[in-house]
């Protein structure tokens, strides 16, 4: 008898739980696309952008280099910045942390980050050097207006890549 109320009892906890996580997935937002990856995007917006900046062959392989010299950097400095962070962390949650080493670990990423920033500074100065000023602006605001469109997403493949050519 006991046995068979305990089954009973498992059945119907676990019949509850399966409820409760189908109707949390039920009202989950549905994926809305493919996910190609976020580099496919990007080469569709320089695409758009080269376009509707009317950019000559030399500027658009002054600025390929340009971005692609940047990016390596910058993702070498924020590498950088990640693992002092981690190292930080790590540092902090130790019981008997040394003072001194997280005063150093700190200073190095603050420092790191006013290298990031320098570094963010000079590349839209270049930029500013390869363009002339009607293209920059309308390169400002061209980017404003991508970077409005994504802040409604959450996460990196959220959206149809072809809603970026409908904006042509």
């Known amino acids: 008898m006991k046995s068979t ?4 009892q498992k059945v119907i906890v676990l019949t509850l739980t399966a409820i409760c996580i189908s109707t949390s997935l039920t009202y989950a937002e549905p994926f809305r696309g493919t996910c190609d990856g976020h580099d496919n995007r990007c080469q569709i917006k320089e ?13 658009q392989a002054k600025l390929k280099k340009h971005r692609e010299a940047c990016r390596t950097q910058a993702m070498q ?12 962390r790590s540092e902090l949650g130790k019981y008997d942390s040394n003072p001194d080493e997280v005063e150093r670990i700190s200073s190095e990423m603050k420092n790191q980050q006013a290298q990031l920033i320098d570094h963010r500074v000079a590349s839209i100065l270049k930029v500013k050097e390869i363009l002339n ?10 980017i404003k207006e991508l970077r409005g469109k994504r802040r409604g997403f959450k996460g990196r493949c959220r959206g149809d890549k072809n809603e970026l050519l409908k904006g042509k």
């Open 5 to 8: 109320k305990r089954f009973y």
């Open 47 to 59: 695409q758009i952008v080269i376009e509707e900046l009317g950019l000559t062959e030399d500027q």
């Open 77 to 88: 400095m924020k590498g950088s910045l990640k693992t002092n962070r981690l190292n930080l």
């Open 133 to 142: 000023p009607e293209q920059f602006e309308q390169f400002r605001s061209k």
